[in-house]
């Protein structure tokens, strides 16, 4: 199954239009309204950043702790 992921704005009258779908394909459209996050919400992710240890990492920092980790998970769990 592949996935395709389109951000647009809705027009006046309610439509959208989207190009690049594969032609002659049965999909599924599921469309899901971003709503603003609540305060709490806000406060929450706030405190999250910044307290977490990925924090005050860059993302290449973040991805090789993470390949780290799965190597370790993995040879835990499956290397004998």
Request: glycine residues 2%; proline residues 2%.
């Amino acid at each position: 199954m592949e996935t395709y992921r389109f951000k647009e704005t809705v027009r006046t009258d309610g439509t959208v239009i989207l190009s690049g779908l594969p032609p002659k394909k049965k999909v599924e459209i599921v469309v899901s309204e971003k709503a603003a996050c609540s305060e709490e919400t806000r406060k929450w992710l706030k405190d999250i950043r910044s307290r977490h240890k990925f924090a005050n990492m860059s993302k290449a920092e973040i991805l090789e702790k993470l390949r780290k980790t799965r190597d370790i998970v993995w040879a835990e769990r499956h290397e004998n």
